[in-house]
């Protein structure tokens, strides 16, 4: 049985032995309030949470209707809640409380996935349009005393510092 259980849990014999060993200590431990508290992890608990929970429920009406929700309109939102429910109170929204708004809500960032991808072929055009406009760009001076090399155009090889220089085979 032993070594069944060693093979499931993929520890060696020796760590089950001090484990067994020492198995009073370690339910001591574990019934400690300080280990339970830190197996629970740092959850802050809300400074505004009659603000934060009316937020949760826009949030979920407005996803429910299939509407977009961004960190701006959490930052708004939230602000116009805690101007409302508590008067006078300030309210800074920043990155950090979002993160720990969302990590409290549940909610996560998600990527916008209802896109079709178009092939590498379709993009071509696009792709040499934006070349052709580059490369117009590069042979007008930015101003008229603005000297222009004759090959090079705006930027000399000196100039170029560590550009990628590979042809893509579209010129």
Not at 72 to 79: G, K, L, P
Request: aromatic share 10%; hydrophobic share 35%; charged share 30%.
């Amino acid at each position: 049985m032993r070594e069944k259980v060693c093979k499931d849990y993929k520890i060696t014999s020796s760590m089950l032995g001090k484990w067994i060993r020492d198995q009073d200590t370690i339910r001591q431990k574990v019934a400690s309030k300080r280990t339970r508290l830190l197996k629970q992890g740092g959850t802050r608990p809300p400074r505004f949470p009659r603000a934060e929970a009316e937020l949760a429920t826009r949030f979920k009406e407005r996803r429910s209707l299939g509407r977009r929700v961004s960190e701006r309109w959490f930052f708004t939102t939230m602000a116009q809640l805690v101007r409302d429910m508590y008067p006078g109170t300030p309210f800074t929204a920043s990155r950090g409380w979002l993160f720990r708004c969302c990590h409290r809500l549940g909610v996560s960032h998600r990527a916008k996935s209802n896109c079709k991808r178009s092939a590498a072929a379709d993009r071509v055009p696009a792709v040499r349009e934006w070349l052709g406009r580059y490369r117009h760009m590069l042979s007008i001076p930015l101003n008229k005393s603005m000297q222009m090399d004759p090959i090079w155009g705006r930027f000399p090889p000196p100039l170029r510092f560590n550009c990628d220089q590979v042809s893509t085979g579209m010129m």
